[in-house]
């Protein structure tokens, strides 16, 4: 007769530490681990929009198969729940839109690290930041 498995204990949830950034933006390290061993930044006001609209606030990395690594978390709704990408939440990305960060860490969740585009290409996205920061 086998064993029967373990119940796996649920972690509590997560702090998030607070810290002003080199400019002076309120930002969020979100622990993506129960070690604290890897963390994901984010604008505080971005965190507390996200929480507020039904995301776990424990996170957590996750490959795509592919070597990419994002910031995912849960998603419930009317009883149902998903996964989602952190990083299109901020954004508010819809369809097929692609998202784009621009110093090439996807860690690092903060509005002034992301774009949109429709397209995969990074030279293209690094025009449209460079486009974004010249008229923004």
């Known amino acids: 007769m086998k064993a029967p498995k373990p119940i ?3 972690g509590s949830v997560r702090t998030p530490i607070p810290f ?3 400019y002076g933006k309120q930002v ?9 061993a890897d963390f994901a930044l984010i604008d505080a006001a971005d965190y507390q929009r996200l929480i ?6 424990n996170w957590f990395k996750n490959g795509d198969g592919q070597g990419r690594t994002y910031v995912r978390a849960g998603l419930w ?3 149902k729940g998903t996964v989602i990408q952190i ?3 901020v954004l508010k990305a819809e369809g097929r839109r ?12 903060r509005m002034s ?8 290409d990074k030279n293209v996205a690094m025009r449209i930041s460079k486009v974004s920061a010249d008229h923004g």
């Open 52 to 57: 507020d609209s039904g995301i776990t606030p």
């Open 20 to 22: 002003v950034d080199a």
């Open 8 to 10: 796996r204990k649920r």
């Open 113 to 120: 690290n992301l774009r949109l585009s429709k397209c995969r």
């Open 87 to 89: 990083a299109r939440a």
């Open 28 to 36: 969020l390290k979100v622990p993506l681990d129960d070690a604290g």
């Open 77 to 79: 709704r009317d009883g």
């Open 98 to 109: 692609v998202v784009h960060y621009l110093n090439g860490d996807s860690l690092d969740l």
